[in-house]
Each structure stands twice: as C-alpha cells, then as structure tokens.
C-alpha cells in the first residue's frame, strides 16, 4: 500500500479547507492531522455536513410547536405528532451537483438518500415528493439533464415502492447546467418508535449492514460544497455514487424489523461522508466513542486505503449499535432480508472516534469536536446591484393588451406553467394504495392507514389524511429575497388549504450560491429571514432541512431557490378538495383581493406574463402579507368543512386567467381521457387600469372556489364576516363544447376549453420529442 | 376461504393486496414469504406487484426459481387458483405458468395511470361477476408491460378465450392509441387454458376503495370469491 502523502498547504487547499481552517484543526488536536484525518476534516465541515456558513442564520427559523416530538437538528429528520399516539417525520433534500454530472444516478441517490433518512428515525417511508429546476428546454443538454434526473428519480422511487405523489419544476436559464434536485420523503410512526442515532451503552457492538464499500461516491460532500466547473465535473464523476432500490427496500425491511426487536440502541444511515459521518455523529450524540476496525468493513476492492473507506459514500449501508448480548436476534433479522452485514466495533468511553486498519491505528478524533464544532461564519451581506435595476422597473413602454386571447395560449404553454405529466407519469404515485389526490391538484393527499407504520398488527386507530405541497417561485425570490422567501412559504400553504388541510410543519431546502459572494450570501440572509417569518405566520414550524451551496457555474450563480415543503393535515375525507371545476351551474367566487392598490405594477413585477410575452425578467413581485394569508387559508378551510366548497385553486404564475383555465382541464379522468367544463367569467366590476394586470398578474393572497348556486351567498357573507374580500366572478359552463369566456369592461373573449388544454397538456412532451 | 399473497424482497404491492383482501372484503390472508416450499392451507395465491429481487436482470427472471414459486407451480397444476397481478403476471409468464411474455414499453418509459379495460371473457374464475358491458377503470404501473407473444399463441389465446382483458379508450373502443405500453392485441390480462392461472398488468387492488378514486377493481376480487365459493377448495 502507498504510504499516506504528507500534509502541505496545497494538500489543505485540495481538500477545500482554508489555512485558517488548518489552524483550527492543528489547536483542536494539538498535533497535525495524519492524511486520513485531513480527509475526515474535509467533509465534516464541509457546508453540506456542517452547515458552517448557514448554521447561523439558521438559528431564525421556529423549530417547536406542540406538535414537535423532535425538532430540527437534533436527528437525522424531526418527528411531529399527528394525535392518536401517531406521528410523522419528513425532510427534503438537495441532490444538485450528482444530478448536474450524472443526472440518472445523481436524482435516483437523492431519492434513496431522503428515503433512509426516514426509516432510520423508525419511521415506514410512505410517499415523495420532489422539486426540480432546469435550463431552458431547447438546450439539448438540458433536456438530456431533465431526462436524465426523472428516470433516476422514477427508477428508484419505484423499485423500492414509494408512491412519488407531487413535486414542482421550474425551468429557467439560471439552472442551466446547475439543475436543483431537491427530494422530500414522509414516513409515519407511532410514538413509541422513535429511534436514535446515538451510540449509547459502552461495550455495545458497532454493526454495519448493507452492500460492500467501494470507491464510488468518494468525499461527494465535500464536493458538492464547491462551486461546479467543467473540470471538476470531469474530475468528480467518481463522487457520484450509484443507487441499488433493492437493496434499499432490503435495508428498510430489515431496520424496520431489527427496530421492533428493541435490541438497537442508535441507528444512523451512512450518507454523505459515509462511514465517517455516521460513526463520529451516533458518538457526539451518544456522549460516548467509538471504535471500529476497518478490516472487519466489507470491501469491494482489496487494495481500499482506509481514507478510501473511511470517505466511501456507497450507498444503502446503515450504521446499528445494538444491546450487547443480543447480536444473535440482529444477525437472524439480516439474515432472512440475505444482507451483508459485519460487526466492525463498539461504543466506547472515551469520547473519541478511533478507527483502526488491521489493529493498527489510523485515527484518533475527538468525536463531539470533529462534529459540532466546525467553524462558523458569518459572511459579510451587500444588498445586489442588480436590485436597484428591479425596483427602477415600471409598467411604462409595456403596452396594455388589447386581446389576452394568445396571450393565455402562450402562457399556458410556458414549460413552467404546462402540465408536469410528463414527469409524474414516469412515477409511480399509487403504489401502497394510499393517494386520495394524484399529482395535477393545488396538493397531494394520502390517507395513512395501518400498513403506513412499521410492524405487523398495529390494531385499531382513526384513519389520518395528509396534504403536502411544495413551492417556491424563484423568480420572485430573485427580484425580491425576503418577500419571495414568505411568498413560497405563503403558496404552500394556501395550496394545503385549497385541498382542505390545515398546516402542521415544513422543511426547507435552501438552494443558493456561493456563500462567499457578499451579494449571494445576501440573496440567502433574506430568503432563510423571510422563510422563517412565513413558517411562524402558518405555526409551521421548520422540523429539518437542507443547504445547498455553490450552486453556480463559471456563467453565474442560479436563482436563489429556499423551496418550501409544507405538511398539512385533513380531519376528514369529506373535507379533501381538488381544483378543478366540478358541476354546470356552479358558482365561481374570487377569495382575496383581485389587485393590490399599493403595487405600483400591478402583480405584474417578476410575473410569466412579463417573462414570456415581453421576455423581461424583472420588477419588483407582488407584496407578501402573511397575515392576509393566514386568514385567507383559515377562512376557506372553515368553508370547506362546512361542505360548502365543491373546487379551490389558488392563483399563482400567470395569474387569475390561468388559475381558470386550470380549473376547466385540470380534472384527469383517465389515460388520455381529461374531463372538460366551461366558465363563463364576468370581470367588469373588478377596478383595473390594466387589463393585462387584471387577468395575468400574480398579486398574491387570491383563491377561486367553486360551490353550488344554492350556498354562493352563504359563502360569500361567510368570507366576509372574516374580513376576507370574495366576489362572485362566474359560473361554472357546459361539459360538452367546453369554453371559457371572459368578459371585462374593455372587451369580451372566448377560449376553446380543448385548444388550452392542448397547449397547457402536451407542451413538454413535445418539447421532449 | 383463505388467500396468501406471496412475498419476495422486492414486493411492494403486497400490502396492498393483503390490506384489499382483509378489510375490504374481510378474508383471511397471509403473507407467503419467498422462501417457503408449501402454500400451505391457502385456497388461493396472489403474487403481487414490485420488484421482486430487484429485477435488473429481466422481470421475473430470478423469481421463477424461488422456493415458493415451485410450491405455487404444484399448487397450480393441483387446480388451485393463482393470480398475479403486474410483477405478479410477468412472473407467471417467465415461469411458464402463462403463455408469452412482458417486454419494455413501446414509450421506453414507466407509466403509472388510470386506464380502461374490456373484460374479453366472463368466463373465468376471475371475471366472472364482471357485468356484461361494464368497462373498468382501473391503473396501470409498470415499465414492462407490453405483452408479447407468436402468431400462434396469439391464436390460441383468441380461440381459447384465455384473453382476461384488454385497453380500450374511454368510449370503449378498442384503438391503438387506447393501448398504454404497445401489447399484441391490446391485451392486459390473461388466464391459462386450465383457466386457474390468470394475471393483468393493471392494479385492482389500488381501484377497490372508492376513497382512491374509483373501486372497480373490486369485481376481480369478488369473481375470485364467488368462484371459491361454488367450487371445493383443494382437497
């Protein structure tokens, strides 16, 4: 074996810690670091395992509710009560750089990432969520990285049997080679199943389960805490791993059962730095040590040094320390799921992390210091330059329409706004027999039955239904950090009312540039302040999350993206509610007011329409009142489970009109089969100087409902009563002929329900094509 | 009347078709793990969907050596009712308990929608309480699900009556683009010439509650149940 290269200032550099970082390391240890430790330094204070830039900043967001059984930061996710002793856990979290170098592998090991993030909290992974962002779709690379991630993603999520029931894509040239892959997944436990990653009880034996380590995946972390380039790509290709499902679903089956035993005391998957990770973070947590032998590690190669094994981030391994004395009901468990399995150590006393090769010593690191005690920054913040240009925009030289007819068709067609069936048809979104509400709804809704928790026999308990949703329009956030922050924080929530359920938590996957860069470190204070404003409005407290940096490439950084995940619940089946139009004769009720009198552009800053009709990106976004919000997402629940709602949509990219349009088309009967009805739509009360404003703005705090002719006014004066404005707009039209007609005081149009729904359905297909 | 649904590692719709059987309809049902040699005392099998040991190689390719299919194959040429439904039915096939086989979709892609069906024949234990006419809405799942088999086979299937199912549009037309994976002659489900064997690509059991949007389904469950019902479990 080559003997270990000695440590130089360019050895440091390579391992992306700064000599100021070095002279951290050199006081914490009182000696230097051999080249193995160097390693494990790199990646335990890499941003994405220290959250060394973030860390505080992120001490804003709210972290407890009664609800919290484990609050963020504490475990590998956090864990909310959901009444009748069950509770759920559930974390997004990003995959951009593996996807940007490998799109398959990359997307398809974010997935199986969050899924073990899951179950190693002892809870039964039950559904997944994703939000995606791409360059434009005519680069031909773009489409090969859109390709690419949606079968990885589809490839995993299927053959382990997770039902991928909503998401979000974007496309926009910021991404274009930097493609954000943020994945979510929920699990569902009884309280009583709440496990640890901590290593407790001294003696106890370390086991390692899963496939052998090789030398894929080799210090990702680290890498993806770089900016990317074109070289370190190419140089990194090697640090994306490459996921096994089945394996995975093995894994699971067999934590799940082990869990049940009561015979493990920590559990922790081995996810980014690997075995490094897991082993220094279960004894920090622990209070305790640990100490493994790298020889007792199953290997794919005979000649891995132990930096090689050590930074390893092969996939579907987990790290379990088990109750001495009860080894024999653990290898029985391993055996019957046929997984490789190996005892490799055991807690210890000593507060150190000790790994030895062949009895020889190789490390020696104070374990509670390599793992909480990374430097932290607080980066210097300067407000953009490019603001200035955003805030100057007006409406001037942007004629008012005198038609909207095309207009609608274009935006309809916009890749961002068309239908995503395209992606979700590629998932498998049924499988366990749980979703109440498809992908193509404001949210998905699964019911969490017995066979949602771990273990055979779980008696009797009130069946629960969940609504979850995930948001964040970049685009505002760019024009405006701190509005757009709440706004997305605002949207999934208004899209859990929409589908009858009230918020209970949320996960947060900052997506950002390079922390370095005053004016993006900027763009990131902003948005986690504005995040964490939005999620204390929703008593949504943030139970875990994600930071993703350097996010950006030699042409720029992307647009920063803090994307929302938001879990609500539905307290009954009656109360579930999807968007589109339901019967002839309905009334058609505007919730929230149809502009805001203070936006000097009308809904119009950063909106679709001004990026596609007028290819300007720019203006300041509609103003975010989350106190309007809050009332109106209370107000229409309160509606909804009074049974007096039959449809509710919200209005967000391309405004009112195609918030309409949606509600005509959006309904899925089946393949190829989508259910048409008009509207007739009368504006001319609405006050607007512009027209364009009028029906394509995206002034926030707006939701369409529909009801029956009968409680229009019930409704109406209800929403009233609480201070919320709701306006009767229309009336729901005819299935056969379809069409959607729109009438305001400068003129009168009609649109073919199955002309929009072409455009708005099949765009992406053949963009694809 | 006792059902077991076989479980291999990489079955993910076992659940769902054990939950269907036991609270939907109230039976008796268990799990038959992959490596069992009896199907003990059940009167009827299920294989259900997934991926049972991860089929990279080719669906159903490893399954059919597996301990409990040896035991299903017995139970099967005993006159014993086996269904399988998605990985279910490409097992069958590779097995040689159905004729012809699953090959990639024509898309090259997974699909996961709700598609309509024909019941081509009502004479099955299977379809049997199917009312004449009824179309059935009910999704499909699967990246290799288009149905392949000879002219001949294809023949015989016709002339046999074996053909359980085919896609058809909402209208009820049997069309080409009513087919969502490329199967000869659109076919979704078929039975063997015993008809004890049967097996669709399409979920039943995630269309058996009205809750997830529709519960036609349930008519292939029932069928099964009445069928079991007449005629005398195995001795």
């Not at chain 1, 805030?391 to 067609?413: H, N, Q, S, Y």
Request: charged fraction near 20%; hydrophobic fraction near 40%; aromatic fraction near 8%.
């Amino acid at each position: 074996m080559p003997s270990d290269p000695a440590i130089t200032p360019e050895l440091v550099a390579e391992h992306n810690l700064t000599p100021e970082e070095y002279e951290g390391i050199l006081e914490l240890l009182g000696r230097e670091p051999n080249y193995t430790e160097l390693g494990i330094f790199s990646v335990m204070w890499s941003e994405h395992c220290s959250y060394k830039n973030t860390r505080a900043l992120l001490k804003g967001f709210p972290t407890q509710s009664p609800r919290v059984l484990v609050a963020a930061g504490e475990e590998n996710a956090g864990i909310l009560d959901i009444g009748d002793g069950l509770a759920i856990s559930f974390k997004i979290e990003s995959h951009n750089h593996p996807s940007a170098v490998e799109p398959f592998q990359g997307a398809a090991t974010g997935v199986g990432g969050i899924i073990r993030d899951i179950f190693t909290m002892g809870a039964r992974p039950v559904c997944a969520m994703n939000s995606l962002r791409f360059g434009e779709l005519s680069n031909p690379n773009v489409r090969r990285l859109f390709r690419g991630v949606v079968s990885g993603i589809a490839h995993y999520g299927n053959c382990f049997g997770i039902p991928t029931v909503g998401g979000e894509v974007y496309f926009d040239k910021s991404y274009e080679g930097n493609p954000l892959v943020n994945a979510f997944a929920l699990g569902v436990l009884r309280h009583d199943q709440i496990a640890r990653g901590a290593a407790k009880g001294v003696g106890n034996p370390v086991f390692y389960v899963g496939p052998a380590t090789g030398r894929d995946g080799l210090a990702g972390a680290a890498f993806a805490s770089q900016d990317l380039t074109e070289e370190s790509a190419e140089h990194q290709r090697g640090a994306v791993q490459v996921g096994d499902p089945f394996m995975e679903k093995l894994c699971m089956e067999a934590c799940l059962e082990l869990l049940a035993t009561g015979a493990v005391t920590g559990i922790q998957d081995m996810g980014a730095a690997g075995l490094t990770c897991s082993t220094c973070e279960t004894a920090a947590r622990g209070g305790t040590g640990i100490e493994i032998d790298l020889a007792k590690v199953p290997q794919r190669s005979s000649d891995m040094t132990p930096y090689e094994i050590l930074l390893s981030e092969s996939q579907e391994r987990m790290l379990i320390i088990v109750e001495q004395g009860r080894e024999e009901e653990v290898k029985r468990i391993f055996d019957k799921w046929d997984l490789p399995w190996a005892e490799i150590g055991n807690v210890t006393g000593t507060g150190q992390m000790v790994v030895k090769n062949h009895g020889e010593m190789v490390v020696d690191l104070p374990a509670s210091k390599l793992a909480d005690d990374a430097p932290v920054y607080h980066r210097e913040a300067t407000e953009p330059k490019y603001l200035a240009a955003v805030r100057a925009f007006t409406l001037e030289g942007i004629d008012d329409l005198d038609d909207p007819t095309a207009a609608l068709g274009k935006l309809l067609k916009w890749p961002t706004i068309a239908s995503k069936n395209w992606v979700y048809r590629q998932y498998d979104h049924m499988v366990r027999a749980n979703t109440m509400v498809n992908p193509g709804s404001d949210a998905a809704v699964i019911r969490i039955k017995a066979d949602s928790i771990p273990g055979d026999g779980n008696g009797a308990f009130p069946e629960k239904i969940l609504a979850l949703a995930v948001d964040c329009n970049a685009t505002h956030v760019y024009l405006d950090p701190f509005e757009g922050a709440k706004a997305a924080v605002a949207e999934c929530a208004r899209n859990l009312a929409c589908s009858g359920a009230t918020p209970i938590g949320s996960t947060d996957n900052l997506n950002f540039g390079n922390p370095h860069n005053p004016e993006l470190f900027w763009q990131l204070k902003e948005s986690v302040r504005g995040l964490a404003e939005g999620c204390a409005a929703f008593d949504a407290p943030v139970t875990g999350g994600n930071v993703s940096l350097y996010n950006q490439n030699p042409e720029g950084a992307i647009d920063p993206t803090p994307t929302m995940a938001m879990v609500g619940l539905i307290e009954d089946a009656a109360h579930v509610t999807t968007q589109w139009f339901k019967d002839e004769g309905d009334a058609i009720i505007l919730l929230g007011e149809p502009l805001d009198a203070e936006d000097a552009l009308h809904g119009l800053g950063g909106s679709a329409f001004l990026q596609v009709l007028h290819k300007q990106k720019t203006g300041t976004p509609s103003r975010c009142n989350l106190e309007t919000e809050r009332t109106l997402g209370t107000t229409l629940l309160g509606l909804i489970q009074s049974g007096l709602v039959k449809g509710a949509h919200d209005c967000a990219e391309g405004g009112l009109a195609v918030a309409l349009a949606e509600c005509c088309f959006s309904e899925l009967e089946g393949r190829n089969t989508p259910r048409f009805i008009g509207a007739e739509i009368d504006l001319i009360k609405l006050k607007s100087e512009r027209l364009d404003a009028l029906l394509f703005g995206e002034t926030l705090g707006r939701i369409v409902i529909t009801t029956s002719e009968l409680d229009s006014v019930k409704a109406i004066e209800r929403t009233k009563l609480m201070g919320v404005p709701a306006r009767r707009i229309g009336t729901v039209g005819e299935v056969k002929g379809a069409a959607l007609k729109i009438k305001s005081t400068t003129g009168e149009w009609s649109w073919e329900v199955a002309r929009l729904h072409d455009l708005w359905w099949n765009s992406i297909d053949n963009a694809m094509a | 009347m006792k059902f077991a649904v076989l479980q291999f590692p990489g079955s993910n719709c076992d659940q769902d078709c054990v939950h269907v059987l036991r609270s939907v309809f109230g039976r008796p049902t268990e799990l038959l793990w992959h490596k069992e040699y009896s199907v003990g005392d059940a009167d009827a099998v299920f294989i259900p969907g997934g991926f049972s040991y991860g089929d990279y190689l080719r669906t159903g390719s490893i399954a059919r050596f597996s301990p409990v299919m040896g035991a299903v194959k017995e139970f099967a040429d005993n006159g014993g009712f086996v269904f399988g439904i998605c990985n279910g039915f490409q097992i069958l096939c590779e097995a040689g308990m159905l004729p012809g086989a699953l090959i990639r979709n024509r898309s090259l892609q997974f699909r996961c929608e709700h598609v309509y069906l024909q019941t081509a024949t009502h004479d099955s234990p299977f379809t049997g309480q199917i009312p004449e006419g009824k179309n059935l809405r009910i999704p499909i799942a699967h990246g290799e699900g288009n149905y392949f088999c000879d002219d001949e086979t294809l023949q015989s299937l016709e002339d046999n009556g074996q053909i359980l199912f085919q896609y058809i549009d909402a209208e009820g037309d049997l069309t080409d683009h009513a087919n969502p994976n490329g199967s000869r002659a659109n076919i979704a489900g078929i039975c063997n010439e015993k008809r004890n064997v049967g097996g669709m690509m399409p979920h039943p059991e995630r269309a058996s509650e009205a809750v997830l949007g529709g519960d036609d389904g349930r008519l292939i469950f029932q069928s099964l149940i009445a069928t079991l019902k007449t005629q005398p479990p195995l001795a």
